[in-house]
């Protein structure tokens, strides 16, 4: 699992190489992934984009945030998915 951001100044910003490596795609808020869609649309035909619900208010590594995306993230994990 690789963690980057859709913001410019992200400190890994999500890269076309990044789309193609993902099998699953994981945004916080639907803002992100529209973001994605817009930048990488042609690249994303295969590619599932889930939307976790969680707003982007937290700052790296928050205690809560860590709760909050593990709770959100660990169904996906499953070979099945949600």
Same mark, same amino acid.
């Not at 916080?28 to 599932?48: A, D, P, T, W």
């Given at each position: 699992?690789?963690?980057?951001?859709?913001? !410019?100044?992200?400190e890994? /910003? #999500?890269?076309?190489? *990044?789309v193609?490596?993902a099998?699953?795609i994981? &945004?916080?808020?639907?803002?992100? $992934? %529209? $973001?994605i869609?817009? $930048? =990488?649309?042609?690249? *994303?035909?295969? %590619?599932? #984009? &889930?939307?976790?619900g #969680?707003?982007?208010? =937290?700052?790296?590594g928050?205690d809560e945030? !860590? $709760?909050?995306l593990?709770h &959100? !993230?660990? /169904?996906?994990?499953r070979?099945?998915?949600?």
């Amino acid at each position: 699992m690789l963690s980057a951001g859709t913001s !410019v100044d992200a400190e890994t /910003p #999500i890269s076309a190489d *990044l789309v193609e490596w993902a099998d699953l795609i994981l &945004a916080m808020e639907n803002v992100h $992934r %529209k $973001r994605i869609q817009e $930048r =990488f649309g042609s690249s *994303l035909r295969n %590619k599932r #984009i &889930a939307v976790l619900g #969680i707003r982007d208010e =937290f700052e790296n590594g928050d205690d809560e945030l !860590v $709760r909050r995306l593990r709770h &959100a !993230v660990t /169904p996906y994990l499953r070979s099945d998915g949600p």
